[in-house]
């Protein structure tokens, strides 16, 4: 409870970073904010390619594009979390030397400018929508949920690879690997019902499957999101989050020593 308070009293801070993190970002590019949408755009036609038209990966009936591009964008934003959540601490170091302040609000501000980018490139699958003739239905509300859990996830997992990547930098050159391995053992290019039964209950265990797998029900078939997959993804991250939390702000009392 003590973390957490020190934490309100500092949330201008989350604020402050992000604002300068996504400054930061597209300082100095020509296509700016763009490049939110380009990064999963790309994907998505490079998945069509591979996926659809050689590999032949069956698409649920839905044109794959949108059943590709839809949940492209929310691993995106999971990606861009770890990936500038693992590296705040390092990058921000002169901050982290001289200033006392709660280091979590560093992540948190990634989490909020990785948002940003979501919430850009959500404007394409809202054209997508219309251009396929795709319905959204009451069921589209769980998204809020959806990501919510996303971010508790996101959040435990950047609060222990970025205080481990103070005192082993090992990780963060094992960190993009990591991710692709990641994203393929995630049901992103292909459907959670083509992966064969006795593979489905090692794949629900990766808390990122119920996650990806619920954005794809409710918002493209409209169905709720499978329980028992969603059960397990917010028992892990919620488990996470506490456990991962507490080491932090332990170690947190190194990181100036050490960086």
């Not at 971010?151 to 930098?169: C, N």
Request: proline content about 5%.
């Amino acid at each position: 409870m003590q973390y957490l308070r020190e934490l309100a009293e500092n949330a201008h801070l989350v604020l402050n970073f992000a604002r300068r993190d996504i400054r930061a970002k597209y300082k100095q590019t020509i296509l700016g904010v763009a490049w939110a949408v380009i990064q999963p755009l790309t994907l998505m036609v490079v998945f069509t390619f591979v996926f659809s038209l050689f590999a032949r990966v069956p698409s649920d009936g839905l044109p794959y594009p949108i059943f590709s591009y839809s949940v492209l964008i929310f691993w995106m934003f999971f990606s861009a979390c770890i990936s500038q959540g693992t590296i705040a601490m390092t990058a921000n170091a002169g901050l982290v030397r001289k200033i006392w302040f709660p280091r979590e609000t560093l992540l948190l501000a990634v989490i909020l400018s990785a948002l940003v980018d979501l919430v850009i490139a959500s404007v394409i699958l809202a054209g997508m929508f219309v251009f396929y003739q795709i319905p959204l239905t009451w069921t589209a509300l769980w998204v809020l949920p959806l990501l919510a859990l996303q971010i508790v996830f996101a959040l435990g997992v950047i609060l222990v690879t970025s205080a481990v990547h103070v005192h082993y930098r090992d990780v963060g050159h094992a960190l993009p690997l990591i991710m692709q391995v990641w994203m393929y053992a995630t049901p992103i290019a292909y459907s959670l019902t083509s992966v064969p039964e006795w593979l489905k209950p090692l794949f629900v265990l990766n808390p990122m499957t119920g996650i990806i797998d619920g954005y794809r029900r409710v918002l493209l078939r409209a169905t709720p999101p499978d329980h028992a997959a969603l059960v397990i993804a917010a028992v892990a991250s919620i488990a996470l989050l506490l456990v991962s939390y507490t080491a932090f702000k332990r170690a947190e009392r190194t990181f100036a020593d050490v960086i």
